[in-house]
């Protein structure tokens, strides 16, 4: 998830959370059909923040995806300064993947050495990080299964090969995304959430006046997405 993802799913439960606050303001009746309702959109709105569906969130880039867009100019030809599938360097083909799956990088590879943290040695490198080498004067990207892509030098192309490098020969490994986006994990932990349209166990909040109910129920969800924010679980 991006940021700007991220960022619009908080105001939309913020949003959410006013309208249970509105809630106890109404009579009875209506007061529990609203809670019913908008129990049903948190839940949505919780879901989607928190990515709690299989596969990749929007926005999300992964490791994989970094490869398999690099596997898109195999065989471009190695152009000094170059920036485009009609020609690029080795620090030129690492901007170029990265801004097509949205992400800024520098142009240079003394400013892509600092990008991202930093993996301690090749054994731990996965598909997407990016390996600096020659002394800081060469980058390429990891594949994975012990093979590289690079923009080797004048007169050759971008090219998937074998691996060359041994941790000495690295100035540093980076890692700018993630091997694979959490989804997985935060289903895993939120499973539940898609009956919360009943407020599964918060239905009882609902008093028997409805209004102290809505306000409970209310507080009783803020303080949940407060805590979920701050990597809290379920």
């Keep these: 998830m991006t940021v700007t993802d991220a960022i619009g799913r908080i105001a939309q439960i913020q949003a959410t959370l006013v309208q249970l606050d509105s809630v106890g303001k109404t009579t009875r009746a209506p007061a529990q059909t609203a809670i019913s309702t908008s129990a049903t ?4 709105a919780l879901s989607g923040a928190l990515g709690a ?10 490791g994989a995806d970094v490869v398999a867009d690099a596997k898109k100019y195999l065989g471009v030809p190695y152009v000094f300064g170059g920036t485009s599938a009609s020609g690029l360097d080795c620090s030129g083909l690492v901007q170029r ?18 990008v991202g943290t930093e993996v301690p040695s090749l054994a731990q490198a996965q598909p997407g990080d990016i390996i600096v080498t020659n002394g800081g004067e060469h980058i390429v990207i990891y594949a994975g299964d012990g093979k590289v892509i690079h923009a080797p030098s004048e007169g050759r192309n971008v090219s998937l090969v074998d691996n060359w490098m041994s941790d000495s020969d690295i ?63 379920l």
Aim: net charge positive; hydrophobic share 35%.
């Design 41 to 44: 959109d948190f839940a949505s």
């Design 97 to 114: 993947v990265f801004k097509d799956l949205g992400i800024d990088v520098p142009r240079l590879v003394s400013g892509q050495s600092k």
């Design 171 to 233: 100035v540093t490994i980076r890692r700018v995304v993630p091997q694979a986006a959490p989804a997985a994990t935060a289903a895993s932990g939120l499973s539940g959430l898609s009956g919360l349209s009943g407020l599964s166990g918060l239905s009882g909040l609902s008093g028997p006046s409805g209004t102290s109910g809505s306000t409970a129920q209310a507080e009783m969800l803020r303080s949940l997405f407060a805590s979920l924010s701050q990597g809290g679980s």
């Design 53 to 62: 569906t299989e596969g990749t969130p929007t926005g999300a880039v992964t």
